[in-house]
């Protein structure tokens, strides 16, 4: 079972601008914060963006900040977004896939309660609760705010 | 999220010889019968058989069936035993991977217990239990014994 390495890089990325929420972040600076080419951190900006997830301002003093508190993101949410053109086997494709044993199998039932298990799981997490041990304490009034 | 290929392929596959599991069943009747080439299916056979679920029989008789009655066989540990070498993020990685965000991030916890959870919810279903509805009838005794 594997996420798309652009939701790896996504989470990455939310954890470090919930470190410091009332900052701006460069893509640069965002791309040698968590390990990533710059174009790839680009296309997960935008996509981030228009999840409401993080907010952009353009010019000298712009970059990229959470556009909620931490404590609000759940990961289950940022994940959902992130994996949505995802199938988790063939028959869960938009177009049903073409596996000849649909529609009478009752396996896509089992996974898709188990996907949603995972999910549900990721859930009961916020982003604020993935952040370093012991790095929240300068930022709980942003995070309350 | 994605299962691999083989894994949904092996999973029709059990399905399939847990309709007739006092069967033999040939390579090829088995690629027709899931929809995969007849290599696939050679390959599956092979871990299937590796890891206990089936039993191969060589000869003009022989062929491929259940090792144990479908009612024995937990779709968790099915899917465990397919997806060992996949890791879900870079981290899962059994050397660790590169990410930058080790060791501190607790990300990881997070998706660890989301990626359990999906597991488990596999583990309380059944190989029988994911066939045909109606389609158990007559391999009830066969399932028992």
């Known amino acids: ?10 989470l990455r990325l939310l954890i470090r601008l919930a470190e410091t929420p009332t900052r701006h972040r460069s893509t640069e600076h965002l791309a040698q914060a968590i390990g990533v080419p710059r174009n790839h951190v680009h296309k997960i900006v935008q996509d981030l963006a228009e999840a409401g997830f993080v907010r952009t301002i353009r010019g000298a003093q712009g970059g990229v900040m959470l556009a909620q508190p931490a404590a609000a993101i759940r990961i289950g949410a940022v994940v959902r977004h992130l994996e949505r053109a995802q199938s ?12 000849c044993m649909s529609p009478e199998c009752r396996l896509r039932a089992t996974l898709a309660r188990a996907h949603e298990a ?28």
Request: with cysteine.
């Open 1 to 10: 079972m594997r996420l798309l390495a652009a939701t790896d890089f996504s």
């Open 118 to 145: 995972f999910l549900a799981s990721l859930d009961s997490t916020s982003l604020e609760e993935c952040l370093p041990a012991g790095g929240m304490q300068y930022m709980v009034g942003d995070a309350l705010a």
């Open 88 to 99: 988790l086997v063939e028959c869960f494709r938009p177009d049903g896939g073409a596996c």
